[in-house]
């Protein structure tokens, strides 16, 4: 168990449509990172967060949108989803926001499975 | 975009063999992670290298980064049916957005 909460486990939706993704962080981490795993464009980063604000950003389509609150925890609102949504969202945290040479292990979460029919 | 790539893509051996991975990437980094996802679940860190080490051991598992080359190799020594999964690599630069390989998928027959 990594510490890192996700909710739902899966989720089926209709296209079109919105959904939230909830994600909490293990204790203490401030840093929260979304995730997309795909069979065809495998793990791809999303968006990170650190203490509330916003850190980097990947390949996050503008119909996503994600925050963090002041709890920490981490919400990954999808929209007008379509078919090509359907994925494994990871949410996942670590202490600090840059890793440097020291490194900064990342922990996941077991993801949210997602089916946009 | 994908910056590590994991090689092979495939990989079945028997139980109690070794396995190698290998991992290469394209810009310079700070360090290099690796990861265990069995299917469907979260990934599991296994071990990180940083660009000013050579050589890592933890448990079965050692891990070599040359940067020179810009590659990195994951050695599971004595496999066991638990290892089946696939295996990332991923990439930190100073950001810390890791990124990922398309990853090793391996497979332990008993």
């Known amino acids: 168990d990594s510490g890192v909460t996700q909710t739902p486990k899966h989720l089926i939706t209709a296209t079109g449509q919105r959904v939230t993704l909830r994600c909490s962080p293990r204790s203490g981490d401030l840093s929260v990172y979304w995730y997309q795993q795909s069979l065809d464009q495998g793990l791809q980063f999303l968006i990170q967060?650190?203490?509330?604000?916003?850190?980097a950003k990947g390949n996050i389509l503008e119909r996503f949108s994600a925050q963090q609150f002041p709890d920490l925890h981490s919400e990954l609102n999808l929209s007008s989803l379509e078919l090509g949504d359907s994925a494994l969202y990871f949410c996942a945290s670590s202490a600090l926001a840059f890793s440097g040479t020291g490194g900064n292990t990342i922990y996941f979460g077991e993801g949210s499975w997602l089916t946009v029919v | 975009s994908q910056q590590g790539e994991e090689d092979p893509q495939a990989l079945s051996i028997q139980e109690g063999e070794n396995a190698t991975m290998n991992c290469s990437y394209k810009?310079?980094?700070?360090?290099l992670q690796w990861y265990r996802q069995n299917s469907g679940r979260g990934l599991v860190h296994l071990i990180l290298i940083r660009s000013n080490e050579r050589e890592k051991h933890s448990g079965r598992l050692r891990v070599t980064l040359d940067t020179s080359k810009k590659s990195s190799s994951l050695l599971i020594t004595a496999s066991r049916a638990a290892d089946t999964a696939s295996y990332f690599c991923?990439?930190?630069?100073?950001?810390?957005?890791?990124?990922f390989g398309q990853g090793t998928r391996l497979t332990i027959n008993p």
């Open positions: 967060y650190y203490n509330g604000e916003e850190r």
């Open positions: 991923a990439t930190g630069g100073g950001a810390q957005k890791l990124v």
């Open positions: 810009t310079s980094i700070n360090n």
